[in-house]
Nanobody, 124 residues
């Protein structure tokens, strides 16, 4: 049984920062790709970032590149999403997901396990 639980969401003013965490139970994350996706009301689910299970290389969507950073802490079996310079357009429910294999991929269908998500609201 694999469980992914996100935390760290909340309300922040534009220009501020938040750090999301995704803690896993039932699976060691170090060799797998972990992705972050977001979905705002009335919009499709959007790829945000992922981290490779082999090289640790991060991949980022164009809208967040240069502002967000994905990382992992193997000792805590947790992945993080550091979000800086937040904009109102970043408001969404953010979910983490696990993909089998080690190569980054942006397609949601490639991910096998999902957390329930955490709300991020950015006010102007």
């Amino acid at each position: 049984q694999v469980q992914l639980v996100e935390s760290g969401g909340g309300l922040v003013q534009a220009g501020g920062s938040l750090r999301l965490a995704c803690a896993a139970r039932g699976r060691v994350l170090s060799t797998y790709v972990m992705g972050w996706f977001r979905q705002a009301p009335g919009k499709e689910r959007e790829f945000v970032a992922s981290i490779s299970g082999s090289t640790g290389m991060g991949d980022y969507g164009d809208s967040v590149k240069g502002r967000f950073t994905v990382s992992r802490d193997n000792a805590k079996n947790t992945v993080y999403l550091q979000m800086n310079s937040l904009k109102s357009e970043d408001t969404a429910v953010y979910s983490c997901a696990l993909k089998d294999g080690s190569s980054n991929m942006r397609i949601p269908f490639a991910y096998s396990y999902w957390g329930l998500g955490t709300q991020v609201t950015v006010s102007s």
